[in-house]
């Protein structure tokens, strides 16, 4: 994302609208498969069988989804000028000139004002969620996407609030040991996909993005085998702990297995530089969805207590 500033480059004059499908490119609709999480809190709970409960999660699934696009929008106006000298976001809808910055950002204001409208709809709560989602968004823009580690971060919690989203938009407790697995996941993936940024760019990477001249493989690594330490960890606990106060025992404990076989692969991808786009490894790859389709077995009969 890219710094908020009122120096947007001026766009060639445009002959009318810009097309659709160059639009919802722009939303970046195959990352909305990140917003899932919302649905975490809610599933551990195990309340997504009341009709209620399952509506609220929906209303924050869309909630995010808006207001990832709004930042995608607006950010992608403010980046032009960097995506147009990446091998790849050169042919995003904005940098090759399929729509102006004018008309993204305006749709990008439309779509948080939106995101934070509709909020409204689950409980007045979340919408401090999704506001403060958006808060988050505009400090990295402005200044945290420059400092070293502190990226890092800043984009990892963005997960982390979309976890938080699902259990404020129904209501239910969350624990800590679950917000310490979604934090340390996110901060493997989030370092993975620098990781992966850093071998494609090679000498160029500080030129897109300037903290990946401050970063070295070794150190990236580094912080991928704390994170992924840390996210095992915290995961066996919380597996122990929910089994001894909800569902089947057996069933917690049992979904350990897929979860650290998961991560495990998911760190061999990495280590061959293929997390520039998580949300398209994570589908793409047959092992890892048969052991998050494993894991969600074990979870699910854990949950109800099968």
């Not at 609709?29 to 551990?44: E, R, T, Y």
């Not at 993005?209 to 070295?216: A, E, V």
């Not at 917690?252 to 398209?280: D, K, N, T």
């Amino acid at each position: 994302m890219g710094a908020l500033r009122s120096d947007v480059p001026e766009d060639e004059p445009r002959h009318g609208p810009p097309a659709l499908p160059a639009l919802v490119r722009l939303a970046r609709p195959k990352q909305w498969v990140k917003n899932v999480l919302v649905i975490a809190a809610p599933g551990a709970a195990g309340v997504l069988g009341n009709g209620t409960a399952l509506a609220r999660t929906g209303i924050a699934f869309a909630c995010f989804c808006l207001a990832a696009s709004g930042t995608y929008f607006l950010n992608d106006a403010l980046d032009v000028d960097a995506d147009r000298r990446h091998p790849t976001k050169r042919l995003r809808p904005i940098a090759s000139g399929e729509v102006s910055s004018r008309t993204a950002m305006t749709g990008g204001v439309v779509l948080l004002a939106g995101a934070i409208a509709l909020s409204f709809a689950a409980r007045w709560q979340l919408s401090l969620v999704v506001g403060g989602y958006l808060l988050q968004t505009i400090v990295y823009s402005v200044w945290l996407k420059h400092e070293a580690v502190l990226d890092l971060a800043c984009v990892a919690s963005g997960f982390v609030l979309r976890t938080i989203a699902g259990g404020v938009a129904v209501g239910v407790s969350i624990s800590p040991w679950f917000l310490i697995v979604a934090g340390s996941a996110s901060l493997f993936m989030v370092t993975g996909k620098r990781h992966a940024e850093m071998v494609e760019l090679g000498d160029q990477a500080g030129g897109h993005r300037l903290t990946l001249d401050m970063y070295s493989r070794g150190f990236l690594s580094y912080v991928r085998a704390v994170a992924s330490s840390v996210t095992v960890l915290a995961y066996c606990l919380w597996a122990f702990e929910k089994s001894s106060t909800v569902g089947s025992p057996l069933w917690f404990e049992l979904s350990i297995v897929p979860f650290v076989l998961g991560i495990l692969r998911y760190a061999l991808l990495l280590e061959q530089g293929r997390g520039g786009a998580p949300e398209e490894l994570v589908l793409s790859d047959r092992v890892l969805l048969a052991m998050g389709a494993m894991w969600a077995v074990f979870f699910a009969l854990a949950v109800h207590n099968f």
